[in-house]
């Protein structure tokens, strides 16, 4: 990745977000092979470094104006958001965790949300 941003030589940049985490799922394995409860947010994390890393990477010759900067990193944020989630819900089912009617109640509400905040970014990004 370093060396994509560097050069900025964009067609090498996705290989080191592959072994970035390609890196993680060897850690994982290494590491009794047991399922990592961070997980979702190192998922949320490579997400936001290959944003940011393309973000870098793009020619841009002006500036961007302040409320354009500003709604780009809240869609960020907010994907980075419902890549968690998305993250944390997978976790669940692939662990088969019961806690309880409270536990699948917070599940559902979050799913609820994902979906809410995909079709909310959808429609901005249709108007744009």
Known sequence: MAFA???RWTSVFPFGIALVGASYGVFVAIDNGAVDPRAPAVAAALYVAAELG???????PSRSERLVLLRRVASLAAAAAVTALAGSF?????????GGVGLEAAGVGAAVLAVAAIARLAASRASV
């Open 5 to 7: 941003l560097f050069t």
């Open 54 to 60: 393309y973000w870098s990477l793009e020619r841009s």
């Open 90 to 98: 997978i976790l669940v089912l692939a662990t088969g965790a019961s």
